[in-house]
């Protein structure tokens, strides 16, 4: 075995030093701490009054270190409203009164200031025979935290008299509510509920004047703490209310006696009997017009049930079929002409929508519900036509406009549907259609004159190449430009004769526009259209017809010359094997 001295061993110098660098290590870090929370140390010694401490402390203030020897080199910069309770709270620790040392205090900085402290310590050390008293504690900083406490208290204040004044001005507007209550009443009321809502309800009163009344709480008096607020009505003072603190109130320094709060409460209470006045005053007159209002309620309902049944009877005599229906797609209304058109019964469509799934979906019905929906969608109106085929089997073509409806503030509430039978213009625009065709591939000429004048009203395209104008050319000339036999004082006899006979045939000759000329033959028919006299010409080119009918005519003489210079019998034989012969035969 080896001997113990032979281990090595530490030097006692080595293990101060390691204990000194762990202790200045763990003061440090408690330093470090303290100083990260605005916390400072600090050591009393009595009955010297020896004072040692964290440099931190001294920096808070805003002083040196050098400059603190003695504990009251603190204590004379403490508050003069904190420095007795400061200086109590260590007598009662010293004295064994309290287990601790704890006391929050204001102490003057350099720039002369005022920081909160919070101080805490006990005694740590007590000796009794030389009396010797070791205190030791630590301070913090709790500035910010005051500021923060005082503004919240503040905050706090501000909303409780907030409070206050909105709890009074709800039950004042909640009294002007009452249909039973005479102004006076009123004012009654309101007497009482002013009082409360200032900052000492306690030492608050108040009193109201207005014209002959003045109402006013039970201990009123004039003081020279007041606060005074006009009641105008309509541009004139008719009274003021007045709120006063009696004189055994004592204020601060510090303290507003009104708040800027207070002073806009006053305004508005003022604002609500003028108000208040202004109703009831106008409560008589209300009464006044009641009979009147009632004696034209009478009489407009007597008018609004004659309207109601002309309307009712237009509605049901209209020749357009007119339904309503609903936000949800529901008819509620229908007219006569609507169930003769679509021939279905009122009663049967009341209440139903389209769009419910017991009903079954053919194309119409799908069509609807589809149109209905876009109109629902866009707000616009949309119209339509399509075909429809009756219960009875009778096929129409309906035009149908669906409207949308809102009221005043702009809500939807339904759809109008209006729907006309327009099968009889479909055939009308058909048959016109099919004249508009005929007209302009007609091979002859066709052509409206005006009566009365004699001009081209309408001309189709075989006129335009008959004549050779343009249409534009011809709406601008009279027949007098193209027709060479055309006498003016022939033409209105000649109207009166068509009035009569309404047709005539005729036959003329015409000019083109490059100066030659035609034969033309046809009829001329007189029409009354919206009061307004035409005639309708059917014109055609016979010149080549004459000159043909000329070349037979000719043909004939030759023929019958020769015929009767022979001596020989000549017999002809027709298709059918009849003969026929001239003479000699």
């Given amino acids: 075995h080896r001997d113990l001295h032979s281990f090595p061993t530490r030097r006692s110098s080595d293990l101060i030093i390691e204990k000194e660098n762990i202790r200045k290590t763990l003061d440090e870090r408690i330093a470090a701490g303290m100083r990260s929370g605005n916390f400072a140390w600090w050591e009393m010694q009595l009955p010297s009054g020896k004072v040692l401490f964290d440099k931190l402390k001294t920096d808070l203030l805003g002083y040196n270190q050098e400059d603190f020897n003695h504990f009251n080199d603190f204590m004379k910069l403490v508050h003069p409203d904190d420095y007795e309770k400061a200086m109590n709270a260590m007598y009662d620790h010293l004295n064994g009164k309290a287990e601790n040392y704890i006391i929050d205090y204001r102490i003057k900085t350099n720039s002369g200031d005022y920081k909160w402290f919070r101080d805490i310590g006990s005694i740590v050390e007590k000796n009794t025979k030389t009396g010797f008293i070791r205190v030791v504690g630590i301070v913090q900083d709790l500035t910010k935290k005051k500021e923060f406490e005082a503004q919240r208290e503040v905050l706090i204040f501000k909303m409780n008299e907030r409070l206050k004044e909105l709890n009074c001005l709800y039950k004042v507007t909640n009294n002007t509510n009452d249909g039973e209550l005479s102004f006076k009443n009123f004012l009654e009321r309101t007497v009482l509920d002013i009082t409360p809502a200032f900052q000492f309800p306690d030492h608050c009163e108040c009193k109201i004047i207005f014209d002959d009344f003045e109402i006013k ?24 209310i007045e709120i006063v603190y009696r004189n055994e109130i004592n204020f601060t320094k510090e303290q507003s006696i009104f708040l800027i709060e207070e002073e806009k409460l006053l305004d508005s209470l003022s604002k609500i009997i003028s108000e208040f006045y202004i109703k009831q005053n106008s409560q008589q007159k209300l009464k006044d017009l009641n009979q009147n209002l009632e004696n034209l309620v009478k009489e407009r309902t007597i008018e609004l049930t004659r309207e109601r049944a002309l309307l009712n009877s237009i509605h049901n005599s209209m020749p357009l079929g007119l339904s309503f229906k609903d936000t949800n797609g529901v008819y ?63 096929k129409k073509l309906f035009k149908v406009i669906k409207q949308p409806v809102f009221d005043s503030k702009n809500e939807f509430l339904g759809i109008l549907s209006i729907t006309e039978d327009v099968t009889k213009d479909y055939e009308i625009e058909e048959k016109k259609m099919i004249y508009n065709f005929s007209m302009e591939n007609a091979p002859d000429a066709i052509f409206w004159v005006d009566a009365e004048t004699c001009k081209f009203f309408q001309v189709n395209p075989a006129t335009t190449d008959y004549l050779q104008y343009t249409n534009d050319e011809l709406l601008n000339m009279s027949v007098a430009d193209v027709d060479i036999n055309f006498d003016f004082t022939k033409w209105k ?58 070349a037979v005519v000719e043909s004939e003489e030759k023929l019958s010359n020769i015929l009767n210079l022979t001596s020989e019998g000549i017999f002809g034989i027709d298709k059918i094997g009849r003969a026929s012969c001239r003479e000699r035969v």
């Fill in 332 to 394: 509620s209304s229908v007219n006569n002409t609507f169930e003769e058109l679509y021939g279905i019964l009122a009663s049967e469509l009341i209440g139903i929508s389209l769009e419910d799934e017991s009903i079954p979906k053919n194309s119409f019905i799908q069509n609807t519900i589809n149109c209905d929906k876009s109109v629902r969608e866009t707000g616009k109106m949309k119209t339509q036509e399509y075909w429809y085929t009756d219960n009875y089997g009778n």
């Fill in 493 to 550: 006899p000649m109207v009166r004769l068509l009035k009569k006979a309404k047709s005539i045939e005729y036959k003329s000759e015409f000019k083109r526009k490059d100066g030659s000329t035609f034969i033309g033959e046809g009829t001329t028919r007189y029409i009354e259209f919206k009061g307004k006299e035409y005639l309708l010409n059917i014109s055609r080119d016979v010149t080549e017809r004459n000159k043909l009918v000329k």
């Fill in 217 to 240: 709480t039970e201990n009123f008096e004039d003081t020279n703490f007041r606060l005074v607020k006009d009641i105008v009505v309509q541009g004139e003072i008719r009274g003021f």
